[in-house]
């Protein structure tokens, strides 16, 4: 493989540093007009770069990791040599070594890409995500162990009055309101605090991308972390630093199931779980002003944890109001299908926007799997974007393999910051979907998913497309709760595995936890002490300089206890005044502050002096009595003894022994008639005292 290196960097070499006569993505995947394409293609013609766009992406690709210095890909491994029947963890433990295998066949050790970070391992997916440069692609490429390499995509939000448009009023749908379902909303963040969403949100998480050196990609994870299941891990992201989008995912769960009165999304009752999928990237690679879009790798992830979660939470449906790309039909090769098939085994739609680039053939991705639910746009009243009401907007991608519509312009709903704002796209036309889902999954709780897709596409409106003659149902939840029962639904439906025992999940946040009195204070620490929360899963710590908690000392601020009723606190400044509180948190929520408990850590001290010894007295010929003046601020001594007067060996048990706060010590052991050098130090918290002056002491001979 070095070989193979050699040559592409002299075939780009003589190219040039301009990169003059690059193919474009689209351009013609036959055409050979430049070195720069020959020299890619005697690389690419046997590798699997992918099955979407053939030669041209694989060219492309591999451009862009030239000229960029890395690009994000995802690898596909083989499965062949997996044991048949073995069970789920037995597959990702060979998986893992595969992969750990594969990595260090290529140079890259410690699972971490070319730029340090780790490697994007899945639980589902046979494969992972990384950042790599041209000459790891054609590596990865070549490896027998490997089925295909292709883009990492990053997909933006699907962006651009309706719960009456699709039947409901006051959100209520024959007495059905989602009560007791979840739907998982993978977006920018949920604000769990505004009035529509407060207790809403029983899980969260997020997953989201650092970049290379050369990609300026940020997490939008708390702290910068790539992966996150702690409270608050769902947090919007900043709008003023990452732009409007950051409050697209509160605006989407609002939407699913949003609960305040008069003003109710479509499963009033229902619950949310909220995943942050989105990473932020710099102007420009967003046509001037930064952005933020969900990398393919993250929103896998995403899904894996809905499904870790199913146990726990009777999970209607995932959203995902993203995506991009076209494709004029099913793309079954798409790394997201692995998942979206494995959540629909258990009864989860995951239902996915279609995209708004106003395509009357093709659809976004991944929108485009087959087992995914698609949904597209209409109108309930006529704007730019729409002839009228339930005629289907301008710009939502549609195609003769998209399943269904829901409404999607000038829809109100809850923003970030306690708002609320009227947006346009196929992201408003999803969550209506799964907040429907939620409803007929309250009503038909074993109902799977194509039962439940049929119900909404037998019964929804027909609705005509003027652009493409295409007709396709716009959901009607009342009418799909009817024919459902109709269709009289089984209590287990055929095919589909017994609901699983669902966990007991706490309907209320646990009450604050009284603070204790701090113990251990010391100069530069102290330990927090609170009394433990029997409904609590963990705790979470602020500690500050002053009683308001306006100056929090770094590390200390909302910092996640997961177990315990202690934490040592370090770091201080000596006489210094210090506050902290604590709250106490479940799936339920996070209680409200504790009692403030104050001290003050104690000044500093300094090191001792160097002690002086005394003569040593009652010499025999095996040992003699030794004995110092006390050191004022001293807690104890350390003694060595040697033969040698420059300490160049010690005897055994007399090196750097330490006698507590004694200020005497009989030596024994020792030979007759010997010279002995001895040494003193005195020591405290603040550090060790520089050696006594050393005296000597013979021995006796008799």
Excluded at 645 to 657: E, M, P, Q, V
């Amino acid at each position: 493989m070095i070989g193979q290196h050699i040559v592409l960097m002299l075939a780009l070499v003589m190219i040039g540093g301009a990169h003059a006569g690059m193919p474009e993505a689209e351009g013609d995947p036959s055409a050979r007009a430049t070195d720069w394409e020959f020299a890619i293609d005697q690389f690419t013609s046997a590798a699997r770069l992918g099955h979407r766009n053939a030669a041209a992406a694989q060219r492309a690709l591999l451009a862009r990791a030239w000229a960029d210095g890395t690009v994000r890909i995802i690898v596909r491994m083989k499965d062949s040599q997996i044991k048949t029947g073995s069970v789920a963890a037995d597959v990702r433990a060979q998986r893992a070594a595969k992969r750990r295998e594969l990595l260090d066949a290529v140079g890259l050790r410690l699972s971490r890409d070319r730029s340090g970070l780790p490697v994007k391992a899945f639980e589902q997916f046979a494969g992972f995500a990384m950042w790599a440069d041209a000459f790891d692609i054609l590596d990865l490429a070549a490896h027998p162990d490997v089925a295909e390499v292709i883009e990492d995509v990053p997909y933006p939000p699907a962006l651009l009055e309706s719960v009456p448009l699709i039947g409901a009023l006051a959100a209520s749908f024959s007495g059905y309101t989602g009560l007791g379902q979840t739907v998982a909303v993978l977006d920018t963040g949920v604000d769990k605090h505004h009035p529509q969403l407060v207790g809403k949100v029983v899980s969260e998480a997020c997953y989201s991308t650092n970049g290379s050196f050369w990609s300026g990609v940020v997490s939008l994870c708390p702290n910068r972390v790539t992966a996150s299941t702690a409270v608050g891990a769902a947090q919007p992201c900043n709008v003023a630093q990452w732009g409007s989008s950051c409050h697209h995912g509160t605006h989407v769960a609002g939407i699913v199931a949003g609960h305040q009165d008069g003003y109710s999304g479509v499963a009033k009752d229902a619950n949310i779980i909220a995943i942050q999928v989105f990473s932020a990237f710099p102007s420009s690679q967003c046509g001037g002003s930064p952005c933020v879009m969900a990398y393919t790798s993250d929103i896998i992830k995403g899904l894996e944890r809905v499904l870790a979660l199913h146990q726990n939470y009777r999970i209607a449906a995932a959203n995902l109001s993203l995506g991009g790309g076209r494709y004029t039909s099913h793309c079954d090769q798409d790394p997201h299908k692995e998942v979206i098939d494995a959540l629909r085994e258990r009864g989860i739609a995951t239902i996915v926007a279609s995209g708004n680039a106003g395509y009357v053939n093709a659809l976004g991705a991944p929108a485009c799997v087959s087992t995914a639910v698609s949904v597209g746009s209409t109108c309930d009243t006529q704007t730019t974007h729409c002839a009228g009401v339930d005629a289907v907007a301008s710009y939502s991608n549609s195609a003769a393999f998209l399943d269904l519509l829901g409404p999607g312009s000038l829809i109100t709903s809850a923003v970030a910051g306690g708002g609320y704002q009227s947006w346009h796209g196929t992201s408003m036309a999803a969550p209506h979907v799964a907040g429907a889902w939620a409803v007929l999954k309250e009503a038909y709780p074993t109902a799977g998913v194509d039962q439940i897709l049929a119900a909404l596409q037998e019964t929804g409106k027909p609705v005509a497309d003027l652009s493409t003659g295409i007709t396709k149902p716009r959901i009607r939840p009342d009418a799909a709760l009817a024919w459902l029962e109709r269709e009289s639904v089984p209590v287990s439906e055929p095919g589909l595995p017994e609901p699983e025992p669902v966990v007991s999940i706490p309907v209320m946040p646990p009450q604050a936890p009284v603070a204790h009195p701090a113990s251990n204070v010391a100069a530069d620490r102290f330990r927090a002490n609170w009394a433990d929360v029997s409904e609590a899963l963990g705790y979470r710590l602020d500690v500050a300089t002053d009683s308001a908690f306006q100056s929090g000392v770094p590390g200390y601020l909302d910092l996640d206890i997961k177990n315990g009723t202690n934490r040592s606190v370090s770091g201080l400044t000596a006489g210094t005044s210090y506050f902290y509180r604590v709250r106490a948190y479940n799936d339920a929520g996070v209680s409200g502050n504790s009692n403030v408990q104050t001290l003050t850590t104690r000044d500093a001290v300094a090191a001792p002096g160097a002690p002086s010894l005394r003569a040593p007295t009652n010499v025999t010929s095996n040992g003699f009595r030794l004995s110092w003046e006390p050191v004022e601020g001293a807690s104890g001594y350390r003694l060595d003894i040697s033969t040698w007067s420059t300490f160049r060996t010690r005897l055994a048990g007399y090196n750097d022994l330490d006698l507590g706060s004694q200020t005497q010590r009989t030596v024994t052991g020792l030979r007759r008639a010997t010279t002995y050098y001895v040494r003193l130090r005195a020591y405290n918290a603040a550090g060790v005292s520089a050696h006594s002056p050393v005296i000597s002491v013979r021995t006796a001979f008799w």
